[in-house]
Structure formats: C-alpha cells, structure tokens
C-alpha cells in the first residue's frame, strides 16, 4: 500500500485539511501524521517522511532540496495550497519528483473578507468598537459608502473576479488592471496600473507574485493614488514595499489601509504595519474557511488517487521532469511497491 506522510501539525491539519479529506485519504493509502506542534525543519521532515511516496504538505514549511535529495523513495510533493514559491521546483524535477499544486477554492472567502474590510474601513467600525471594549465612547465621525465609488482591482484572477461580481452587486463602479487578462466584462479596462491609481477609490492588491510583481506596490504607486484612497492587500506580501505604505499612511496619503498577507513569517502581516492605527490586519485568514480549506484538501486527495492509477494528476508543474512517477506508472504490478523496488 502507498504511504503518505501529512506534514502538516495538527493545528495545521485542523485548520487547513479537515477530517473529511483525511479520512479520503485513509482509504487510499497508509498514511502517516505529523505530530510535532512546529512546523518541521527539512532534516526532521527527512525523517518523518522516510519510506513514504507521497507528501502531502501545508503551505509552511519551506521545501528545500534536501527532501528530495534525502528522499529516494519519494514519487510526488503535493502541495494544499496554490502558492509553490517556497518550494524547490527545479531540485524536484532534478531528482525526478513530481510537484502538484491545489487549484483555487478560496476565491469567495477572500472576496468576501475584502468587501468586509472596505466597510469596516470607511465606517470605522472596528475602531469604534475597540473604544467600546475600552470602557471610552466613541468619536462620531462621518463615514464612506461602497454605491457609487470606484473599486479598482489589479489582479483579474479567481478572487478578482468573484470580488468584481460582489463590488458592482454593491453598485460600485469596478475597474480592472491585468495585463494577462483580455477580457475583463462586463468592467471598465485600465490598460496600466497607473489608470487605477489616479482613479480608485478602493484599490485591492490581487496581483500574482512572480519577480516582475515584486514590490509593484512601491513609493511610487502609493504617490500616484487618488488622496484620500483606501489600499487592500490580499495577495502576498512581497508585492508591496512596506516602509513605503507605513510612510504613505504617516504623511496621510492613504485614509486607511486592510492587510490579510505581510512579510513577517507565514505571509502574516508585519507587526509594524498592523499596530498603525489606520490599518486593519489580520493574521492571513482570508481564506480560512471550511469551504476553501476542504477544496484545496480534497484537491490533494484526488491527486494521491490519480498517482495511484498512473494517472498524472491534475495540477502537476513538472510532469515531464518527474521520472520517479513514470517509472512507477509503468511498472505495471509494482504501483504501489516504492519505485526503487520496481524494475
């Protein structure tokens, strides 16, 4: 029987695979739990994973080379997330192991956390209920509708189009920038990031982190926003220039500011930013909810079933690279022996 090590801990596993999906999982293959409370280093993940073909794993910790050098039985990674940059892809494809990935299944949690945020920003709701909590009555101050503003989305993917839907469901005026999206109705195309800046008045980071996006989010851009403009980021935190964002919030540039991702560890936001009183953070949960959690679950189960048949599975990066899993594949009697045991 295949084995597969989950290496997720088990908060982890609780949050981010479900019972459902592990349960899925059991009745396809002999699985094996992580049970340490941190998440493992590469060496302590060597160890717990030897013997196993198939790694199930969370969005943390770093996969490095030495797993899959260190792993000979090793057949396939499949990562319960959609982000891989932590993960060595060119050391797994020379090692010929195959890297899958989840699809997306959290673009309605997210949107909906960003529609959340934009009202809590321009009504100041959070804030007037920390001074509540605070035994203070609040300041009563003028707020922000949603009718009628522009929302300007840079990003045009799963999560923006969902949030493109619920933004002109609230009668706002939607604009969109992405340059690898050509069609973008039934909302207004801005042809350059700059055309949404000068015009949004809620701009949302959607963008996808590749190195040409990295810090797209700068002095600059936060200079050619609208004054008075309220900022979103809810895609990863690499692609904004933090000490510029907390100098635009200082000079008042921005009215406010929503964070779901950051720099600091596991794309939370940065505790710099997230104490500044025009922010609002929280702890990278946009996508927390059951629904978004058993998807990308359930993703991993179906790929782990897929390998079993030969199968290559669906959202696989490196299928060309990953000899381990074709030997395997035409072994024929031997798919579910570790590959270094097949002819």
Same mark, same amino acid.
């Given at each position: ?11 982890a ?9 592990l ?15 941190e ?54 494809s020379?090692h ?58 840079v ?8 949030l *493109?839907?619920?933004? =002109? /469901? &609230?009668?706002?005026?939607?604009? %969109?920038?992405?340059?690898y $999206?050509?069609? +973008? ?20 980071c ?16 936060f ?36 964070l ?13 930013l997230?104490m ?15 629904? *978004?959690?058993?998807? =990308? /679950? &359930?993703?991993?189960?179906?790929? %782990?079933?897929?390998?079993? $048949?030969?199968? +290559? ?31």
């Amino acid at each position: 029987m295949m084995r597969v090590f989950l290496n997720h801990t088990p908060q982890a596993r609780e949050h981010y695979y479900g019972e459902r999906a592990l349960r899925r999982l059991e009745q396809l293959a002999e699985v094996r739990l992580n049970t340490q409370q941190e998440p493992l280093s590469a060496a302590q993940m060597v160890q717990a994973a030897q013997g196993c073909q198939v790694i199930v794993g969370a969005r943390v910790p770093a996969v490095p080379a030495d797993v899959f050098e260190q792993l000979p039985e090793l057949l396939a990674f499949c990562r319960v997330a959609v982000d891989v940059n932590n993960i060595d892809l060119s050391a797994a494809s020379r090692h010929g192991v195959l890297v899958t990935r989840a699809t997306p299944g959290f673009g309605p949690s997210v949107a909906e956390w960003i529609v959340g945020v934009m009202v809590d920003m321009s009504r100041g709701i959070s804030c007037a209920v920390g001074q509540y909590r605070q035994g203070r009555v609040p300041s009563v101050r003028m707020g922000r509708q949603l009718a009628g503003a522009v929302l300007g989305i840079v990003g045009y993917g799963t999560i923006g189009r969902y949030l *493109a839907k619920l933004g =002109q /469901a &609230l009668g706002m005026d939607v604009l %969109v920038h992405d340059p690898y $999206q050509p069609d +973008v109705g039934p909302c207004r195309r801005a042809d350059t990031l700059a055309a949404v800046l000068a015009e949004a008045d809620y701009v949302i980071c959607l963008a996808a982190s590749v190195p040409e996006t990295a810090g797209l989010f700068d002095a600059a851009a936060f200079a050619a926003m609208k004054p008075g403009a309220c900022f979103v980021n809810a895609a990863r935190g690499e692609l904004v220039d933090e000490p510029a964002l907390l100098q635009a919030l200082d000079e008042g540039r921005l009215a406010a500011c929503a964070l779901d991702v950051g720099r600091a560890a596991d794309q939370m936001p940065s505790l710099a930013l997230a104490m500044h009183p025009k922010v609002i953070a929280s702890p990278h949960i946009g996508g927390l909810t059951p629904q *978004a959690v058993e998807h =990308q /679950a &359930l993703d991993t189960v179906e790929q %782990v079933r897929a390998i079993l $048949q030969g199968k +290559v599975p669906h959202e696989a990066l490196n299928a060309q690279d990953a000899y381990r899993f074709h030997r395997l594949s035409r072994a024929g009697p031997c798919a579910n022996a570790p590959v270094s045991r097949c002819p």
